[in-house]
C-alpha cells in the first residue's frame, strides 16, 4: 500500500478510519442526540482517539516507521516544548494585539468579565485538544503523505487548501456570506506547514501556534470580552465576530507569515 498514489493512500486511510468510527457513533448520536453540544464534543473525541489509534497502525505497517509519532513530528525533547510554549505565546499575542488595535481604532470596546478565570482555564484545554489533533492530522500526517509524492512547494498548497475546505464545509449561502474566512484559512494553513518546516519538521511550535490562536479567540469570544461599535462592515472587522474572516485578521497573519517564513525556506526537503 505505501508504493500506491497518494489519493488512493489518503482514501484507503480515510475509509478505515470511517468504517471504525461510524458503528460507534451512530448509536452514540441517538443516545445522546437530545444535547447536541455533549453528542459533538463524545463523538469528535471518539474519532479523534480512533484516529491516533489508526495512525500507529498505519505508520508501523504501511510505511515501516519505528518512531510514528515522531516521524510526523510528535516527540518528547525539551526543545519541541519550548516551541510549543513559543507558538502559544505567539498565537496568544497575536490575537490579542489584532483586537487591540481593531479598539484602539475605535471599531470595538473591551468590555469586563467576573469570570474571565472560567474561560481562560476551559480555552486552555480546549485549544490544546484542537491543536494536538488537527496538527498531528493535517501538519503531521497529511503533510507527511502528500511530501512523498509531490515536491515540497506542491505539498505546502495542497495542504492548505485541504485544510481550509474541510474547515469551510457549511450550506451554500453560508459559504458566500463567510467567504472572507476562506483566505484566511488558505493563509493560516501556510503558516502552520512553514512553522513545522522551520523547526527541522518538529510539530510543537505548529502545535502551540494553532493552540494559541483557539485559545486567544475562545477567551475573547466566549467571554465577551470584546463588543464591536458597528462603525466599519464586517468583512473590515471579521464575519461573525472571527478575525480570520476580516481584513484586519488576514492583514495581521500576513505579518505572522512573513516573520514564521523566514528561516523556513532551507528546511523546505529537508527531512
Partial sequence: MATYPVLLRLGCFVLALALLWLPLAAPLYLWLRADPNLTSIVTITLLGLLFISLLRIWGKRVHGYRSVFGQYG????????????LGIGLGLGFVFALFSAI????????????????????????????GIGEELCFRGWLLDEL??????????????????????LKPWSEIIRTFPQFPGLMLLGLILVW???RTRYRLGQSIGLHAGLVWGY??????????????????????DRNPLAGLMGIGFLGLLALWVRWGSGRLTQAR
Fill in 74 to 85: 510528535l516527540v518528547a525533547t525539551g526543545r519541541n516544548f519550548r516551541e510549543f510554549a
Fill in 103 to 130: 479598539a484602539l481604532l475605535g471599531w470595538a470596546q473591551w468590555q469586563s468579565t467576573p469570570t474571565l478565570w472560567r474561560w481562560v482555564l476551559e480555552g486552555s484545554l480546549t485549544a490544546i485538544g484542537v
Fill in 218 to 239: 475562545y477567551i475573547i469570544n466566549v467571554g465577551n470580552l470584546i463588543e464591536f461599535t458597528g462603525v466599519v462592515p464586517d468583512w473590515v472587522t471579521g464575519v
Fill in 195 to 197: 512553522a513545522r518546516r
Fill in 147 to 168: 511530501e512523498q509524492d509531490y515536491n515540497g512547494a506542491i505539498a505546502l498548497w495542497v495542504n492548505s487548501v485541504v485544510f481550509a475546505v474541510l474547515h469551510f
